[in-house]
């Protein structure tokens, strides 16, 4: 008897690999042949040693010409009918809407929309953003929908702004966003202090508020904070919402302020830091860079969006501010500077939480039931 396929659709190969390999893992664990349709550059063979296929597709993200977008719906419905998959797991808002048409163009009914954040539908406010969202719902719950569609999601908010129940278990999935694996990423002792030592990790973007700890910061030690910042990441040229370089060597040239570039040594990066920031404007679904310092046993500052709120409790696991407000940000890095035992305390309350149902394996067993569940329940023959 042949073994069922999954075939994912992502945008970039790095994009799968930091934070997909999991369910790329599960599916294998399960039995199944399991592919990935992506743009490559450099990830090849740490996708295939889990077991998968990458089939390369290359396309430019941040076009949005007509053109461009039906040639490359017209390619995807190529490989999707020549992989004839069982489910075809679309990740992201982009490949979802290109990649969910091709596949349903194709005549495979078993799909899932991995909806990894809204982006600027979640980020943004206003007319424009209110339309956008419209279109998105519309093509997203009309257009590419059907009785065999889930929606998978790393937050309880999103399925609402999409106009779908989160207790919807025959429409909708949650699991705990990408995922990390505690016996890796470890907690480690504090580092000396004063000062306190802020970590920011992510893709420099302006919705992920790099802008907002920078200037945060400042205000922080203008009131006598003793508080320094190290900005780990890159810009993203593909991306039309990056930060250029020139600002941020800009940034870096301030008191207190370090751009170290983008690093792989993320354990390394929390034994050297007291606290985590991600002072996002929203589109999270839920950061995988809060996630990994909760992991190492780190407080996070973060902000009042979905992806954020949903995972740090408030006076337990960090703090939550309100969006977009550096003076707020600024506010609880001087209470923070200032009582080490509350930051340490803290960081352990991370690290609990992310144990309680935020894991690796707690992400693969969710997205083990959501295929099982597609196929009727029945458990395909395990791979060797």
């Not at 450099?42 to 077991?51: D, Q």
């Not at 995922?179 to 990423?185: F, W």
């Not at 580092?191 to 790099?210: E, F, I, Y």
Request: glycine fraction near 10%; aromatic fraction near 4%.
């Amino acid at each position: 008897m042949p073994r069922p396929k999954l075939l994912f659709v992502a945008t970039e190969d790095w994009f799968f690999a930091s934070h997909f390999l999991p369910m790329a893992r599960a599916a294998r664990e399960l039995g199944f042949d399991v592919a990935v349709i992506a743009r490559e550059r450099n990830h090849r063979r740490v996708i295939e040693a889990t077991g998968a296929r990458l089939i390369g597709l290359e396309a430019e993200r941040r076009s949005l010409d007509p053109r461009a977008l039906f040639k490359q719906i017209g390619a995807l419905k190529r490989l999707i009918a020549a992989e004839r998959p069982d489910i075809l797991h679309c990740i992201a808002l982009k490949p979802i809407a290109l990649a969910g048409l091709a596949g349903k163009l194709a005549g495979v009914e078993r799909r899932v929309y991995a909806l990894t954040g809204l982006g600027f539908l979640g980020a943004r406010q206003g007319a424009l953003a209110a339309m956008a969202r419209f279109a998105a719902i519309t093509w997203l719950r009309g257009a590419i929908d059907g009785p065999q569609v889930r929606f998978l999601f790393e937050n309880p908010d999103d399925p609402v702004t999409l106009g779908l129940d989160p207790q919807d278990a025959a429409k909708v999935a949650i699991v705990g966003g990408a995922g990390v694996d505690p016996l890796i990423l470890m907690p480690s002792p504090m580092p000396p202090a004063p000062p306190l030592k802020v970590a920011l990790v992510a893709r420099m973007l302006w919705s992920k508020g790099v802008d907002l700890a920078v200037e945060a910061v400042r205000l922080a030690r203008a009131e006598g904070a003793k508080v320094a910042l190290t900005i780990h990441g890159a810009p993203d040229p593909s991306n039309p919402k990056a930060i250029p370089e020139a600002t941020l060597k800009e940034w870096a040239a301030r008191p207190g302020i370090t751009w170290a570039g983008p690093t792989r040594d993320i354990e390394g990066v929390w034994k050297a830091h007291h606290l985590c920031i991600l002072p996002s404007r929203g589109g999270e679904g839920l950061p995988r860079t809060i996630l990994e310092a909760a992991a190492c046993g780190r407080a996070i500052l973060t902000t009042d969006v979905p992806g954020c709120r949903s995972f740090v409790r408030d006076g337990q696991d960090g703090m939550v501010v309100p969006a977009d407000d550096a003076a707020a940000l600024a506010r609880a890095l001087v209470v923070l500077a200032r009582a080490p035992g509350l930051v340490e305390r803290m960081g352990d309350s991370a690290r609990a939480r992310l144990l309680d149902g935020h894991t690796e394996r707690d992400v693969m067993n969710g997205v083990k039931t959501l295929y099982l569940s597609l196929l009727g329940g029945s458990t395909p023959e395990v791979a060797a």
